[in-house]
């Protein structure tokens, strides 16, 4: 896995408040923008997702307020769609996963490390819900080739049944829960 030292102290993030949806936050995709202004505040407040925003540090005035921003909620994936070595000596139903349905940075700090600083805190977050319930996967859908290889960086592969390079997309990544564990006891070795 591929981590560079953040630029904003931990914790990064915070909950989506209202004020961060009309906070000019715009990224390369139209889609991830208009879900954050339109839809993240409705989702968080039916329990569908739990949104979390990561906030211009007050040493940088010149950054947009919101620097990026990811999902979170909670599904299953089924054993077909798993490869063997994760869903050996696992029970014989879904495997519960984290679902991140979707990480954005915006576009004006592209290449200051945002979108990795949100993975990390993305990962951190899964860790916790993996300690209080059952988890064995962490599963995002890679909007395009650009996001895939991003993702690839730190672990991700595609599920069974999605071809690396398809030309649909999304395309349905996992990375195994015990594997990010190991990565930060690592890195805390």
Not at 34 to 50: C, K
Request: proline letters at 8%.
């Amino acid at each position: 896995m591929s981590r560079k030292p953040p630029a904003i102290p931990a914790p990064y993030t915070e909950a989506l408040t209202r004020e961060d949806a009309a906070s000019g936050f715009q990224c390369e995709h139209e889609a991830l923008n208009r879900f954050f202004r339109q839809d993240a505040g409705q989702n968080q407040r039916r329990d569908v997702s739990r949104t979390w925003v990561l906030r211009r540090p007050d040493t940088r005035p010149d950054w947009p307020r919101v620097l990026g921003y990811y999902t979170l909620s909670v599904g299953q994936v089924s054993r077909d769609e798993a490869p063997e070595e994760v869903i050996k000596r696992l029970p014989r139903y879904p495997l519960p996963a984290v679902i991140l349905g979707r990480l954005a940075r915006d576009s004006r700090v592209r290449g200051a490390g945002v979108g990795e600083q949100l993975l990390d805190d993305a990962h951190r977050r899964a860790l916790a819900i993996g300690e209080n319930a059952g988890v064995v996967l962490v599963i995002v859908d890679a909007k395009d080739a650009f996001a895939a290889r991003f993702y690839a960086r730190f672990g991700y592969r595609p599920l069974i049944g999605t071809r690396p390079g398809a030309p649909e997309w999304p395309q349905r990544l996992f990375l195994p829960l015990s594997h990010l564990r190991a990565s930060f006891e690592d890195d805390d070795a």
